[in-house]
């Protein structure tokens, strides 16, 4: 007969006390949830609600793009880019044209659309990006920068405003005169009224 004790004798605890494992849980949870969540001082301060969606790929390829319309009585260019470019692609394109601005290189990427104007050929600009040829014409141009609620009696011919703004792949505003906001780049269209498409979502 074996002189080892018998772990499971009757009248003695085997095992762990439950509150030692009751504790002991507690704190690896507690762990993992200070590990998993960061703390108030990792956290960057929250931006506006609206702007910086992060839609960027830094692998996205360049885009080819054709400029196809320009209409200089509403400071505006329609571009025209594959129908398999992806939103990444159009963020990338934006972003260009931004950085071709800061460069002041813009007039050799899109033709004048405030020309003689003091702050510059591109001092005020509206650039327009779709993937369907059919709807970068001057026709749809001009009813987008009318926006929303242009009398549609003026225009009878137009194409309709929603029906419009659901083409646009990205949009690019510049207006040097407000120096505080001098440009806003966005997937889809937002208006000034706040009318916007349905995959609108601002870039920069």
């Keep these: ?4 004790q018998n772990p499971y004798e009757e009248g003695k605890r085997a095992g762990l006390h439950p ?14 949830i200070n590990l998993a969540v960061p703390s108030g001082k990792q956290k960057q301060a929250a931006g506006p609600e609206i702007s910086q969606i992060g839609t960027e790929d830094p692998d996205a390829a360049p885009v080819m793009y054709k400029v196809q319309t320009t209409l200089t009585e509403f400071n505006a260019v329609s571009i025209v880019v594959p129908a398999q470019v992806t939103t990444s692609q159009v963020v990338g394109l934006l972003k260009q044209f931004q950085q ?60 309709p405003f929603e029906e419009a703004m659901e083409q646009v792949r990205g949009h690019y505003r510049i207006d040097l005169n407000d120096t505080s906001n001098p440009d806003t780049g966005s997937i889809g ?9 349905r995959q609108y979502r601002r870039i920069f």
């Design 189 to 197: 269209f937002a208006d000034d009224s706040g009318v916007h498409s």
């Design 19 to 32: 509150l030692l494992v009751l504790f002991g849980a507690i704190l690896i949870m507690w762990l993992l």
């Design 100 to 159: 071709a601005r800061l460069n002041q290189t813009l007039s050799g990427v899109i033709p004048a659309t405030s020309p003689g104007h003091k702050l510059g050929d591109q001092a005020v600009a509206d650039l327009y990006i779709f993937s369907d040829p059919k709807y970068a014409t001057a026709e749809v141009v001009g009813t987008l920068a009318r926006g929303a609620h242009a009398p549609g009696n003026l225009y009878p011919q137009a194409i």
């Design 1 to 4: 007969m074996s002189n080892e």
